[in-house]
């Protein structure tokens, strides 16, 4: 721990007391693939536990979602004539991006052929906020422009550190009342940086595991030839069967629900990714689907269920050659929920079923 005075009795005093404060606390480490929700469910917290956002923290967004903007169209404009079938620009002034660039976004934003490449941004890498921030752009472009919360919660940037938020939330009369207090730990999701995730596996209660459920048609930002959802059920894979977090609650975020059902109603279809798909059929309900959508997000729950159910053995070394023990561990229980991060009262609802699950200590497959 950090420790300014370097006094041998206060270090050892603010150790004891850390030690402390570690131990009553409940440790939540957010984990995932890139850009599947960790920091906006910080920013969340930030919102409902804390105290939001100040003047000046609106204030020192403002660069990062000009950024937002910039990188979106440009990905949007470079990528143009890449897709299959190209688009081309419609409009002859769009042509002076290059030139004049944030004066001439927004005519390129509303051009059909960008508006067509939009569309298929599936097929390249673009960020989720795009749109947001492309239609704001008379907002964003003012003197006096200060970020809403909406803003900030969309802002993407990429995390390359692990950082911890610190809150506390009242515990419910039905538990005993008082405060239950939380650190929640984000780390980066990109493939590089994974191998800094092993830092915070120390003491944690649960680990709320995100998936950006609408990534079933997307490939990843550090490998085009990896579909984005495959690589969020094997990395699920790998926490779930992961010896330094077997103590941890498994908490799974199917998120992004908002962009799944868009996506599913402009028709596109799971199963040119995922085959078997086609005949996934739910096990109660009669079989039968409310909606297409539907149909999609219980898929993905179930592709969940499936890696949990596949009994984990571990290997203990005996006192004998080739007299090694194999145990098989009893199921790990997985809680799932279906949540849009980038809404706040869904979060605060999810949160408090996750609070809930935490203060009653019991994580067992949640059927519905
Ligand atoms: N529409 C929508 N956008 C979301 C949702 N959750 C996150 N986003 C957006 O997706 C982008 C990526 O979210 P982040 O929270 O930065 O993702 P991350 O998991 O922290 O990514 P890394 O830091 O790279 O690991 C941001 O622009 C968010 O605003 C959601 O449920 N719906
Ligand atoms: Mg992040």
């Given at each position: 721990?950090?420790?300014?005075?370097?006094?041998?009795?206060?270090?050892?005093?603010?150790?004891?007391?850390?030690?402390?404060?570690?131990?009553?606390?409940?440790?939540?480490?957010?984990?995932?693939?890139g850009e599947?929700?960790k920091t906006?469910?910080?920013?969340?917290?930030?919102?409902?536990?804390?105290?939001?956002?100040?003047?000046?923290?609106?204030?020192?967004?403002?660069?990062f979602?000009?950024?937002?903007?910039?990188?979106?169209?440009?990905?949007?404009?470079?990528?143009?004539?890449?897709?299959?079938?190209?688009?081309?620009?419609?409009?002859?002034?769009?042509?002076?991006?290059?030139?004049?660039?944030?004066?001439?976004?927004?005519?390129?934003?509303?051009?059909?052929?960008?508006?067509?490449?939009?569309?298929?941004?599936?097929?390249?890498?673009?960020?989720?906020?795009?749109?947001?921030?492309?239609?704001?752009?008379?907002?964003?472009?003012?003197?006096?422009?200060?970020?809403?919360?909406?803003?900030?919660?969309?802002?993407r940037t990429m995390t390359i550190s692990i950082s911890?938020?610190?809150?506390?939330?009242?515990?419910?009369?039905?538990?005993?009342?008082?405060?239950?207090?939380?650190?929640?730990?984000d780390v980066g999701g990109q493939r590089g940086q994974r191998k800094k995730w092993?830092q915070?596996?120390?003491?944690?209660?649960?680990?709320?595991?995100?998936?950006?459920?609408?990534?079933?048609?997307?490939?990843?930002r550090e490998?085009?030839?990896?579909?984005?959802?495959?690589?969020?059920?094997?990395?699920?894979?790998?926490?779930?069967?992961?010896?330094?977090?077997?103590?941890?609650?498994?908490?799974?975020?199917?998120?992004?629900?908002?962009?799944?059902?868009?996506?599913?109603?402009?028709?596109?279809?799971?199963?040119?990714?995922?085959?078997?798909?086609?005949?996934?059929?739910?096990?109660?309900?009669?079989?039968?689907?409310?909606?297409?959508?539907?149909?999609?997000?219980?898929?993905?729950?179930?592709?969940?269920?499936?890696?949990?159910?596949?009994?984990?053995?571990?290997?203990?070394?005996?006192?004998?050659?080739?007299?090694?023990?194999?145990?098989?561990?009893?199921?790990?229980?997985?809680?799932?929920?279906?949540?849009?991060?980038?809404?706040?009262?869904?979060?605060?609802?999810?949160?408090?079923?996750?609070?809930?699950?935490?203060?009653?200590?019991?994580?067992?497959?949640?059927?519905?």
């Amino acid at each position: 721990m950090v420790c300014g005075t370097g006094n041998k009795k206060n270090v050892d005093d603010d150790d004891k007391l850390y030690t402390e404060k570690f131990n009553q606390t409940s440790k939540l480490l957010l984990l995932g693939t890139g850009e599947s929700g960790k920091t906006t469910i910080i920013k969340q917290m930030k919102i409902l536990h804390i105290n939001g956002f100040t003047d000046q923290e609106r204030q020192e967004k403002i660069p990062f979602i000009k950024q937002n903007i910039h990188e979106s169209i440009y990905d949007i404009a470079y990528n143009m004539d890449k897709i299959d079938p190209p688009m081309e620009i419609s409009t002859e002034e769009t042509k002076k991006i290059c030139r004049e660039y944030f004066d001439h976004v927004k005519i390129a934003w509303a051009d059909e052929g960008i508006q067509e490449t939009y569309e298929r941004s599936n097929e390249y890498q673009l960020i989720d906020s795009a749109a947001h921030f492309l239609n704001r752009i008379d907002e964003i472009r003012k003197p006096d422009y200060i970020p809403t919360t909406l803003d900030i919660l969309f802002c993407r940037t990429m995390t390359i550190s692990i950082s911890k938020i610190e809150f506390e939330v009242p515990i419910p009369k039905k538990f005993g009342g008082g405060i239950a207090e939380f650190w929640m730990y984000d780390v980066g999701g990109q493939r590089g940086q994974r191998k800094k995730w092993i830092q915070v596996f120390d003491g944690i209660q649960a680990i709320l595991f995100l998936i950006a459920a609408s990534d079933f048609d997307q490939t990843l930002r550090e490998d085009e030839n990896v579909n984005r959802l495959k690589e969020a059920f094997s990395l699920f894979t790998d926490i779930y069967r992961s010896k330094f977090v077997r103590d941890a609650g498994l908490i799974v975020f199917l998120n992004k629900q908002d962009l799944l059902k868009k996506k599913i109603e402009q028709g596109r279809r799971i199963e040119k990714y995922f085959p078997e798909y086609a005949d996934y059929r739910p096990t109660d309900r009669d079989g039968k689907f409310e909606s297409e959508y539907d149909k999609a997000r219980y898929f993905i729950r179930q592709n969940i269920l499936d890696i949990a159910s596949v009994p984990v053995m571990v290997e203990h070394i005996g006192f004998a050659p080739g007299k090694n023990i194999h145990e098989q561990l009893p199921p790990r229980n997985v809680y799932i929920h279906f949540t849009i991060a980038t809404d706040t009262e869904n979060i605060r609802k999810v949160f408090e079923s996750v609070q809930e699950i935490i203060l009653k200590n019991i994580l067992e497959v949640a059927l519905y």
